[in-house]
C-alpha cells in the first residue's frame, strides 16, 4: 500500500485495503417488503400480477360506451339510462348495453361492455321526476335514473388498462436496488409477499479505557461518560448495520482481547474505539494482532491518524470479520467512521458502489489544518429562514466552521451539517475558497 512521505497511509490506500478484506455481502434473508426497507435487494423482484390487474377506472364517474356519448356537447348533452354501479373492490355485476351506463368509483373494475369513463364533473344527475340536479354533483348518494353527458368520451378514456403499468413476470426490481419506501410499495403492489435483502451486518462495539463510564455512572475523581459506544452504535443503526454493545474494557491486553474474541464470535464487524495510538496503555493493536491480524495503521487523516485495520478468523469458517480501531476522541472516532466504516457497511450489506455523493461548498471565513494530512472540518451551512440550503451563483453551498474543530469538541460534530475537504497538500485557506462537502447523514 502507498505510504505518504511521513510513514502514514493515503486514505485511498487505506480504503483499498479495506475493500481488498472484504470477501463480499453478508447473507440474504426473505423478509416482508416493508421489513425490507433501507435494504439492497440479493434478487430481483419479480411482478407476480399485472399491473393494475384488470381494467379499472381512473375517475369518479359513469362507465359508458364511447359510441353512446359521441355527438354529446354543451348545447346538446346525451342522456343515458343508469342501469348499476360498481365500487372499488368488487367485482361488476350488470353489463353495459347501448345507452346505458354504470356509476363507477376510482380504482373499481370496468363493466363488461364498457370501453370507457365520463367523469362526473362531465354529467348532470337526473331524479326519477327527471329533473335535473346539480352539474358535476359528487357521485355519491342515490343512484340517479340517468344522467346527461355534456362531452364526448373518446374509448380508453379515463380507463388504466390491465398491466399498464406493470405485466406479471416482469422483473420490477433489479438486485443490488436498495428498498425505497417507493421500491416497498412497488414490490407489495406487484404481489410480492416476501423479498430477498442481504441481511443487517452485525457490528459489535467496545469502548476502551480506564477513565471510561457508563452514561450516568459516577465519574470519580477521573472518569469521562462513554460518548463513543452509543455514538458509534447510532452511526451503525443509520448505516443500516445492527449494533452490539460490548461495553467498556479497560486498559489491559487481557481484558480487550477477551472483548474482541466475544465480538468475533457474534459480529460480522467489531469496532474498538481508543487504545489505538502509541501510548502505554493503548493495547488495541495488539489485541488485534493476538486475535488475528493487523491489516493496516495510521492514514494521513485529520483528525483520525491512529486509525487501524485488520481481520479475524471467524468461528465455524466463513468471510472474515473485519476489525476497526477508532481513536479515542470522539469526533476522530466519528469522522474515521464516516470515512473507512461506513464503506465497508455498505459492501456487505450489498450495496453496488460506496462512493459517497459530493456537494460544492464556499468558505464564508479562512481556515488552517496541519500539513500532509486530509483534513474533515466539521461546518454549517447557510441556510434561508425556511431552512433550505442557500447556493450562490455557481450553485456553491455556504459553510462556516460548527465550533471548535478540535477532536474533543463534540458541541461542534452535533451542531455540523456536514464535512468539507480539504486536500493534503494544503494548510490553508482563504475565505471565498472552494471546498468539497459531504454531507452527514443525521442532518
Excluded at 369513463?117 to 354529467?123: C, F
Excluded at 481556515?367 to 466539521?378: F, P
Aim: proline content about 8%; charged content about 15%.
Amino acid at each position: 500500500m502507498a505510504n505518504q512521505p511521513d510513514g502514514l497511509l493515503s486514505v485511498e490506500a487505506a480504503l483499498a485495503g479495506i475493500r481488498g478484506a472484504i470477501a463480499g455481502p453478508v447473507a440474504a434473508v426473505p423478509v416482508s417488503p416493508e421489513d425490507a426497507l433501507g435494504r439492497w435487494l440479493a434478487g430481483a423482484v419479480i411482478a407476480t400480477t399485472d399491473l393494475p390487474p384488470w381494467d379499472n377506472s381512473a375517475m369518479d364517474g359513469y362507465a359508458v360506451r364511447s359510441v353512446d356519448t359521441a355527438i354529446a356537447s354543451e348545447a346538446a348533452p346525451v342522456r343515458l339510462e343508469l342501469i348499476g354501479e360498481v365500487r372499488a373492490g368488487e367485482a361488476p355485476t350488470v353489463a353495459l348495453r347501448a345507452g346505458t351506463a354504470i356509476r363507477i368509483a376510482t380504482g373499481a373494475p370496468l363493466p363488461p361492455g364498457s370501453n370507457a369513463v365520463v367523469p362526473v364533473e362531465a354529467t348532470t344527475p337526473l331524479g326519477a321526476d327527471g329533473s335535473a340536479g346539480p352539474r358535476g354533483r359528487e357521485a355519491s348518494g342515490p343512484l340517479p335514473i340517468a344522467c346527461l353527458v355534456h362531452e364526448a368520451v373518446p374509448p380508453g378514456g379515463s380507463v388504466r388498462r390491465r398491466g399498464g403499468d406493470v405485466t406479471a413476470g416482469t422483473v420490477v426490481l433489479a438486485a443490488g436496488s436498495r428498498m425505497t419506501p417507493a421500491a416497498v410499495s412497488l414490490a407489495a403492489g406487484v404481489g410480492a409477499a416476501t423479498v430477498s435483502v442481504h441481511r443487517r451486518p452485525r457490528v459489535a462495539v467496545l469502548a476502551t479505557g480506564d477513565e471510561v463510564r457508563t452514561p450516568g455512572a459516577a465519574l470519580g475523581a477521573a472518569g469521562i461518560p462513554d460518548a463513543n459506544g452509543p455514538g458509534i452504535r447510532a452511526l451503525i443503526a443509520a448505516a443500516g448495520g445492527e449494533p452490539i454493545a460490548l461495553g467498556v474494557a479497560p486498559d489491559t491486553l487481557a481484558d480487550v482481547v477477551a472483548a474482541v474474541r466475544q465480538g468475533v464470535a457474534t459480529a460480522d464487524v467489531v469496532i474498538v474505539s481508543g487504545g489505538v495510538s502509541v501510548g502505554p496503555y493503548d493495547v488495541v493493536r495488539a489485541a488485534f494482532a493476538d486475535v488475528g491480524t493487523v491489516n493496516l495503521w495510521r492514514v494521513a487523516v485529520q483528525p483520525g491518524k491512529p486509525f487501524a485495520f485488520g481481520t479475524a478468523a471467524r468461528p465455524g469458517g466463513g468471510p472474515a470479520v473485519l476489525l476497526f480501531g477508532l481513536p479515542g476522541n470522539p469526533v476522530s472516532s466519528a469522522v474515521t467512521f464516516e470515512i473507512f466504516v461506513r464503506p465497508a457497511l455498505r459492501l456487505l450489506a450489498g450495496a453496488p458502489h460506496t462512493a459517497r455523493a459530493v456537494d460544492r461548498g464556499v468558505l464564508r471565513e479562512p481556515v488552517a489544518k496541519g500539513a500532509g494530512r486530509r483534513a474533515y472540518l466539521r461546518v454549517v451551512a447557510e441556510r434561508a429562514t425556511d431552512g433550505s440550503l442557500v447556493r450562490d451563483g455557481t450553485g456553491r453551498v455556504g459553510v462556516r466552521l460548527a465550533g471548535g474543530q478540535g477532536s474533543h469538541v463534540l458541541s461542534a460534530l452535533a451542531a455540523a451539517d456536514a464535512l468539507a475537504i480539504v486536500p493534503e497538500s494544503v494548510t490553508s485557506l482563504p475565505a471565498g475558497a472552494d471546498v468539497a462537502l459531504w454531507w452527514l447523514a443525521s442532518r
